[in-house]
């Protein structure tokens, strides 16, 4: 891998876009690296995965406009395709994701926080989607995702402006989970992640699948989604196991680490 690296440590992965003095911008090959690493890891050991970018200045600058000011159209909606079926690979990841924004998380950046589960970011982070600027529309999501997360109003409103926002603005409309300082950051994605890795893992995979397809239907569809993972969780060894403990009342026994993956 030129420009991802990847690091396991423990229960969880860390994902990090090392392609630093590009501002860690993301080009096919950046596309096709992250698509192969998040292919390799290990899901019988992995329980939760961070993504962040190198350095301190930039989370992901953007897609490369070096790569996109040439292309045609048809190879523009080819680029816009492999950028959306790589985030889409990452949103729909059997288990979570935690994106740490460290600096600019412009265009593609924005997108690619998107699509990770949760979002926490450093002080010095700034959002955007500055494609009209450019003369395009967010390509890799940014139109649909956006507007779900902070609503339709809000979202027309920083796309079509091409407007950047710091921190505590995407805070404040619920674009990212939590701010942190530049040195604290790295650290909180960490105890995060080792905190969701401790949880059963099937009923942590079965909760992300629930959330995000019942988001796409209608209520009566979505319990219903929620009623099949629901009942997929019991009769395995880490249900017996939780309820056992938790209904042991003299909790003689130490609890153990859950172990189905």
């Known amino acids: 891998m030129e420009f991802i690296v990847y690091e396991q440590k423990g229960a969880y992965g860390i994902i990090t876009i090392s392609r630093e003095k590009a501002l860690n911008a993301l080009n096919s090959s950046v596309l096709d690296e992250l698509s192969a690493t998040l292919d390799a890891v290990n899901l019988d050991e992995v329980r939760c995965l961070i993504l962040t970018g190198a350095g301190q200045k930039s989370f992901v600058a953007g897609a490369d406009i070096g790569e996109m000011s040439t292309l045609t159209k048809a190879e523009g909606e080819a680029f816009g395709k492999k950028g959306n079926d790589v985030f889409r690979k ?99 994605a960490e105890k995060m992640a080792a905190g969701i890795a401790k949880n059963a893992p099937i009923a942590v995979r079965n909760c ?35 309820m056992a403990f938790f209904l042991d009342k003299n909790k003689e026994k130490v609890k153990e680490p859950f172990k189905n993956c």
């Open 208 to 242: 992300k699948k629930a959330i995000n397809e019942g988001l796409d239907v209608d209520m009566d569809a979505a319990i219903v989604i929620e009623e099949k993972l629901f009942g997929d969780c019991f009769e395995t060894e880490d249900q017996r196991y939780g």
């Open 90 to 188: 990452l949103e729909t990841f059997p288990i979570p994701v935690i994106a740490a924004i460290n600096g600019f998380a412009l265009g593609g950046g924005c997108e690619i926080s998107m699509s990770c589960d949760i979002r926490i970011c450093s002080d010095n982070a700034v959002f955007g989607q500055p494609e009209v600027g450019l003369g395009i529309t967010p390509g890799f999501g940014g139109t649909q995702r956006l507007a779900r997360l902070v609503g339709a109003g809000m979202a027309k409103q920083m796309i079509y402006t091409a407007r950047n926002i710091k921190a505590d603005e995407a805070l404040r409309i619920g674009l990212v989970n939590a701010v942190y300082t530049q040195e604290e950051l790295m650290g909180a």
